[in-house]
């Protein structure tokens, strides 16, 4: 019967690169996905609904409130749920490699 | 008293909040470089610096002239449009730490020079890096002098200009050849706080005497309304040469059509109106994007921001640090905006100004109006706007020729001209290079009078993207990268980029009516072609659209071309940047390479 493999092997190997950074691309490929939705998507708006965009809200145009005020907590976010969801990562792949 | 002529028409207290500044600012600088002697007692300090302190610091670092004056001119300048730039400076962090501020902090190189020779095991990419560093160095500063020529021209009414552009970057330059100044984590953190106060504070007051921001935006009509929705805000009439109310306040305003409109007059009358109609809208589009990936990426390849990653203890706090940037600039980029929108409102008369009197310095002079109501507390606002200013243009023209300065010293001299050189050698190698850079700093800010602020930022920012974004995000994230692929890649985009920006400027000055205008006049045939080619200015001026994919292209044909030289050891440089901490695999690979290599 083979032994099972040490931590230390286990680390080095082809397998665990990929899985490491596989899992960790796919959660910032996630999140930037979320961030250029909302960056490309306004100046389509912009484009194709002008007069939507240009609505009143509190006196602000909806498109100069959005950019002006909104997307700024937006993307404060999703950096707060990108860096959550990565440090669980970390800690799993820590856990699973020290177990 | 002749000597103090030009002391004419200075308001003591803005001129006192001023000085103060500076000399706080020098103090702080040689106070804190005298307790710290040695490059390594910076660095094992700085690897403790907790998040706070470390997202202020790079916060202060980051927020330039252009931040602090740029923006507010630019939005009160163009309108709408100019809101990407605030919006961008501090969402392009975003990208920075979704991709590369956890990885490129467990490579743990000091210097992206440093990161690039690690990466690839190669001295000679190490140069290429290097002159990046200079070239986005020296575009990032001149806009920096311009703020510093246009606030010294508004405390001394009576000087010129250029003398303020002399006078400041002496100081500065000065400052960092005697050795203060060395990017020290207090003095930048301080920094932040004090442009933060700086900027928010008069902002509150205007905001409470003259109407608040959604009142000011709502003054001015958007398209397909007849007029503004009626408010209690009172606006002083519009001069003739600013823009009207619905091309401000929507998009697809003055800045991103200029080159459409100057093509469209230089058509006959009679086909102008269906030649807009057909390009306008579709080109500005354009122009936006571009501008979007410019500032975006750009953001995530700035050297003397990226430097400031290494200070964090390990990657989980370099990530901590990021968010907490965005924070503080988020709240830090909704002000200077409002600046414009007041402007416009209340000081038209900016728009007729060109240069050191238009509207880059209405942040300055916005708060005297606050005088005619309440007296002195008018002068005492606007001497705190002119103090956050000196503190913006300071801190990261000090920062920039530090970083350009070592590059320089280190990289060029004690490694490529004289690696045999002594330590006294390399101090007065230093020195010399601080002077150097600073007289080249200065005498390209004495130029660039007629452009905007913000717009030159935007340019550092468009070479950064296309040099070394591309650089950092393909090397973390592909294992099949090689040297040449990414020297080719870098060195293509980047040159590309920076040759665009060049021409655009130079178009620019040649069309200034002021002595500029003689000196560049020789480039005026540039923007007769460009009238006839709107797309290709538009590529020009916004290149980020097309250089950063030609460099990442590049990487990807050329590293292909060459996959036989991928380092032997990629699958541990992967894992060092990829890891947690907790592993130890840095302290491994480090052992391995001493040991395997001979380093």
Known sequence: ?99 | MTTLAFLNGVDPWIFAFSFVTVAATLGMGFWSASRSKTASDFFVAGRSVSVGWNASAISGEYLSAASFMGVAGMVMSSGYDALWYPVCYACGYLFLLLFIAGPLRRFGAYTIPDFAEGRFDSPVFRKIAVCFVLFIGFFYTMPQMKGAGVTLAYIFPGIPYWAGVVLVGAVITLNVALGGMKGITLVQAFQYWMKMFAISVPVFVLMAVFGFYNGQVGANAAPGEAAAPAGQVQRQPLVAKAPKDSIWVAPFGPLTTKAVNAAAAALPAEQRAAYLAEHQRPYSLLYTYSLIIALVCGTAGLPHILVRFYTNPNGVAAKRTTMWVMILIGIFYVFPPIFGVLGRNLMPELYSGVGAKGTDKVVLELPTLVAAKFGVLGSILSGITCAGAFAAFMSTFSGLLVSMTGALAHDVYGRMIRPQSNQRERMVAFKFAAVLIGGVAIGLGCFVEPLEINFMVGQAFAIAAASYFPLLFMSVWWRGMTMKGAAAGMLTGGLCALVAAALTNLGTLALDKGPMGKIFSSFAPLNGFWAQHPLLRILCEQPAIWTVPLAIGLMVVVSKATASAVPADIRMKMLVLHAPEDLGLKQEYIQEHTAGAGH
């Open chain 1, 1 to 99: 019967m083979p032994t099972p493999p040490s931590p230390h092997d286990e680390v080095h190997s082809e397998e665990f690169l990929r899985l490491l950074m596989r899992r960790q691309l796919k959660l910032s490929v996630a999140c930037a996905a979320a961030f250029l939705v909302v960056l490309f998507g306004l100046p389509v708006a912009n484009y194709l609904a002008p007069q939507l965009m240009a609505t009143r809200v509190a006196g602000f145009t909806l498109s100069w409130l959005i950019l002006g005020v909104l997307f700024f907590p937006a993307v404060w976010g999703i950096s707060w749920f990108f860096i959550r969801r990565s440090i669980a990562l970390e800690q799993d792949e820590v856990k699973s490699v020290k177990r």
